[in-house]
């Protein structure tokens, strides 16, 4: 695994939801909101990371009727009102839905983009294809994505 960028993190809530004037939240502010389930055998890496599992102690999240297996389901759910999700904050510009929007959460922990590959494939073509991955992400992704102006925590 090769780690990308490190970066804040958003929550994705209805563009007509309470949260969606906010500039910014806090974990506290979306813990207890309804998440969308994840399916079963989901890695649980990503459901901590999804869930901000960190912060609640291992407690899973109030979960949204939704059960969302890629990000567009996510954002069925937030625009329904019924989910909201979590992302790295580039993931505001990746996925511009109308209906949703994406707010830092300024005290919540950066997490990390990567590249996963299977740890036992040592074939030369991923190992150049990691190497291109990486390296301009280490050298060139905080002046191409810089951080975002985040208000104080």
Do not use: C, H, K
Request: hydrophobic share 40%; aromatic share 8%.
């Amino acid at each position: 695994m090769d780690v990308l960028t490190e970066e804040p993190r958003i929550v994705v809530v209805p563009a007509r939801g309470a949260f969606a004037g906010a500039a910014a939240l806090r974990l506290a502010d979306v813990l207890d909101l309804p998440y969308p389930n994840v399916p079963r055998g989901t890695p649980r890496p990503f459901t901590d990371y999804l869930y901000f599992m960190r912060a609640r102690n291992g407690e899973w999240p109030r979960l949204a009727p939704d059960q969302a297996r890629n990000p567009q389901e996510v954002l069925a759910s937030v625009m329904s009102g019924r989910g909201v999700g979590s992302a790295l904050y580039p993931f505001r510009r990746f996925y511009p839905w109308p209906g949703a929007r994406g707010i830092p959460v300024v005290d919540a922990p950066r997490d990390r983009s990567v590249l996963a590959t299977r740890a036992a494939d040592t074939r030369p073509e991923v190992a150049v294809f990691r190497a291109l991955a990486a390296a301009p992400a280490r050298d060139l992704g905080p002046t191409l994505v810089p951080d975002p102006p985040l208000p104080d925590p």
